[in-house]
Each structure stands twice: as C-alpha cells, then as structure tokens.
C-alpha cells in the first residue's frame, strides 16, 4: 500500500518549504479529511511590491496548489488530478495578513466520483477569494481542474 501523508503532517512540511517560508506563506489549518484547508500570507520585505502591498506573484501562491491537493486527497489514488489553468483578479491592494479559505462540498466529490467513473475528463473549477484582516476582498483566484479516473481503475480494467 502506497504511503497516504496525512493532512497534519502536510501542514508542518509545507510550512517548511522554501518557496511559502520565503514568501512568508502559512498554511494555519488543514481538516483530517483535506475538505478545507486555511491559508496566511503576511505582510513582510520579502513580498511586498514597490507600492508596500502584497507582490501579486504571492497572493497567486497562496491560492496556487490548494484544490488540486484536497482533489488528490479526497478522490484518492485512482484519480487524476492536475491544475489545467488559473486565473487572478486583483481588486485592491492587500496590506498586513491576507488569507484564503479552501473549501471542497462533499456533494460535488460524489458528482465528480459519478461522472468520472466511466472515464471521461472533468474540467471542474472553484473559487477562492483572498481577504485582508479586516475582511475586505484583496483578490480573487479561479482556478481549472482536470480530474479523470486512472485507466486501471476505470470498469473493464483488467488487473494489474
């Protein structure tokens, strides 16, 4: 059996890794289930732009690999899950602490493990919307998935 890390385990690592301790990103919470995931990115040297807000390059990674990981996680190993293209909206400048919350409707799993089951490609796509301290939108980020049922796993597979 392949090694499944746990959404705890991710947070520590994560918070660890170069590229979001440089940038001064924070993963705060991560469920047990990876159904909802909470993200910090606060205001330092290291990303702040010319004008003292948030450099755009980090409010897009804070948001960037969040739903294909909860994807992964939630729909298992069987699944194919990949970013397919993303999309930002810059609203206002962010200052201080901004964050994101990731949310996955357990609904929307049992439709995608539904329409994934013949093995046809899904092009799902959610939202996140980055806000500062105060609550008031900095950003918004659309992100595209492709999710589509691994060809071993799909029906009439033969067995491995």
Known sequence: MAFRMTA????HLINWWPPYRGAGIRVT???????????ELRAGLRNRNLFGSH???SLYAMADP??????????????????????????????GTVSAEFHLDPQQLERLRREAADGAKLLPAYRV??????????????KHLYVRLKPRARPGARPD
């Open 8 to 11: 705890r385990l991710f947070r």
């Open 29 to 39: 919470a991560i469920s047990p289930d990876w159904h909802h995931v909470r993200v």
């Open 55 to 57: 450099f755009g390059g």
């Open 66 to 95: 969040f739903y294909v990981l909860m994807l992964h996680h939630a729909l298992g190993p069987d699944y194919l899950v990949w970013d397919q293209a993303a999309e930002i909206e810059f609203l206002q400048p962010g200052r």
């Open 129 to 142: 919307e980055i806000r500062d301290a105060r609550g008031e939108l900095v950003a918004r980020v659309q």
